[in-house]
């Protein structure tokens, strides 16, 4: 294999690229030179040649004009006749003036114009001066002898030189202009040169990609069009180059893997198939536990409740009618009794809760938290008012819930903060919001016992305790309720550690349209049961 026959595809088009770009380069250069000497040359003709030709046809007029000047003004005598003179030879000193400038770089034609300038100089002495002054003197007679043959001789000498010099400067001017018409056809040369240059590089890159890339990437195709209709144990093999081929035998050893992969997967498809199996058996007795928490449930809801409810009855009966009958002792085991059967009631009032939440449930809809919390403060607010304490929250979101759950969690909350204050010390619960990123979090905080930071997870935790059951009322679930339900809705629940007086409990809840949410809620006046003096807060004391 040559070496020329092992260069990559990406070598063989730089290649190319580079040999264009070179030739383009090259004739790209060659045009600039014509072209800058092509704008030289017509600068050339249009600012210099082209003044010096109309200065030389000016200064041939001038010429004429103070001849004839001269000659009426010899045979008048009056200084009317005298102007023309008197005008021209101002001009001719000014258009010599400007020649002898712009023939300062042309020696041949410069020796020209002197020679123009000595014989004008020599007309002057000898005719137009002379004329003058014997007109001036009053010999008019005398002035016209001097405008004989030798005069006109003298004036032909300087028409005859101011034409040698606007021949000569005709003769640079076609020079020029041969030059510029020479430097225009180099251009055009040189452009169809250029276009012949991309022509062919686009015919040769076009062969290029005919023969090392479309047909090697169609015979690459149709092999793997082969492999696609399933036949796997087919050997990939393509030319074209390195590339491709490189890419040839990956696409074989992609199907060397695929071949390796079906054998494994047929090896495991009998293991999936009895996993599945297992899956469904599996499913099957979900299915069968979950009948049996559903008729748990009911029984717990209804047969459980009714001896339950007899119970508490009849012990509160006897409690009633035989008490101080019977001995102290008869007495404590009566009230063992109740509080028993009406603590069994609530335990099992609170599991049916706990087990209700997400299980039976609705659609969610927009729920104004203000109005949720304005109702969880009317609940407790006789159980406030008794403590001397208060209930405050500042604007709250509208979020996406269950009403009823989320009222649940909001008097959960309330609740626990009311009751767990501090002996003698007016209770205070303040709840807030403030979005964070795609959710709001709500806080919760109240200047009660607080709670251990040790604590922080075990107070979520269903029937857990962290008093006697006589220091305070309850079973221990509100919290754990109101877990399940920020879990349901999505959010998360946690303890505030960092807060040191009272406790601060936290969940969020997210927004479902980010990009529409604003800020919190404004707070209407009739969900507030009593109006606190500050105005950015609602107050129930």
């Not at 599991?351 to 203000?370: K, P, Y």
Request: aromatic share 4%; with cysteine; net charge negative.
């Amino acid at each position: 294999m040559s070496s020329t026959a092992r260069w990559s595809l990406r070598t063989r088009v730089t290649a190319l690229c580079a040999t264009a770009a070179i030739v383009l380069a090259l004739i790209a250069a060659s045009a600039a030179v014509a072209a800058v000497n092509s704008r030289s040359e017509l600068n050339d003709v249009f600012n210099r040649i082209g003044p010096m030709r109309t200065n030389t046809d000016q200064l041939v007029t001038t010429m004429l004009n103070e001849e004839t000047g001269v000659r009426g003004y010899a045979v008048n005598g009056t200084d009317a006749d005298l102007a023309p003179y008197t005008d021209g030879l101002k001009q001719e000193q000014q258009i010599i003036a400007q020649l002898t400038t712009e023939l300062s770089t042309r020696p041949s034609i410069a020796a020209e114009l002197r020679d123009v300038q000595a014989k004008i100089d020599a007309w002057h002495a000898a005719v137009a001066d002379p004329v003058i002054t014997r007109v001036r003197s009053g010999d008019r007679p005398g002035a016209l002898t001097l405008i004989d043959t030798h005069a006109r001789d003298l004036f032909n000498g300087v028409r005859a030189s101011l034409t040698r010099l606007q021949n000569s400067i005709v003769s640079l001017r076609d020079a020029s202009v041969d030059r510029l018409t020479k430097s225009s056809n180099e251009i055009v040369r040189l452009l169809i040169a250029a276009a012949v240059v991309v022509l062919l590089a686009g015919v040769l890159l076009a062969f290029l990609l005919r023969y090392l890339v479309t047909r090697p990437v169609a015979d690459l195709a149709g092999e793997v069009r082969r492999i696609a209709a399933g036949d796997y144990n087919h050997t990939v093999d393509t030319g074209g180059p390195p590339e491709l081929a490189a890419l040839g035998r990956d696409v074989d050893g992609m199907r060397r893997q695929i071949v390796a992969d079906l054998d494994e997967v047929r090896a495991a498809r009998g293991a999936i198939e009895e996993a599945n199996r297992q899956l469904e058996a599996q499913t099957a007795e979900l299915t069968r536990s979950n009948r049996d928490l559903e008729q748990f449930a009911y029984v717990a809801s209804h047969d459980l409740q009714e001896p339950l409810r007899k119970v508490a009855s009849f012990c509160q009966l006897l409690q009633r009618r035989y008490a101080g009958q019977l001995d102290e002792r008869a007495d404590q085991y009566i009230g063992f009794a109740v509080d028993g059967a009406q603590r069994m009631q609530r335990l099992i009032n609170d599991l049916l809760a706990f087990s209700r939440i997400g299980r039976i449930t609705s659609e969610f809809t927009d729920v104004d938290l203000n109005a949720v919390v304005a109702e969880s403060a009317a609940q407790t607010e006789a159980a406030v008012t008794r403590a001397g304490g208060s209930i405050t929250w500042d604007p709250l979101p509208v979020v996406r819930g269950e009403e009823s759950l989320l009222t649940a969690l909001i008097g959960n909350l309330v609740n626990n903060s009311v009751k767990f204050r501090q002996p003698d010390v007016a209770p205070r619960v303040h709840l807030s919001a403030h979005r964070r990123g795609d959710e709001w979090e709500i806080e919760c905080r109240d200047n009660g016992i607080g709670i251990e930071a040790e604590f922080a997870d075990k107070v979520f935790v269903i029937f857990q305790r962290l008093h006697v059951k006589g220091a305070y009322p309850g079973t221990g679930i509100g919290l754990a309720i109101a877990k399940k339900i920020v879990e349901y809705h999505g959010g998360q629940i946690w303890l505030d550690t960092s807060v040191e007086e009272g406790t601060t409990i936290r969940f969020t809840l997210p927004i479902e349209n980010p990009a529409d949410a604003g800020a919190v809620s404004p707070v209407s006046p009739a969900q507030a049961p009593i109006t606190s003096p500050d105005p950015t807060k609602e107050t129930v004391s």
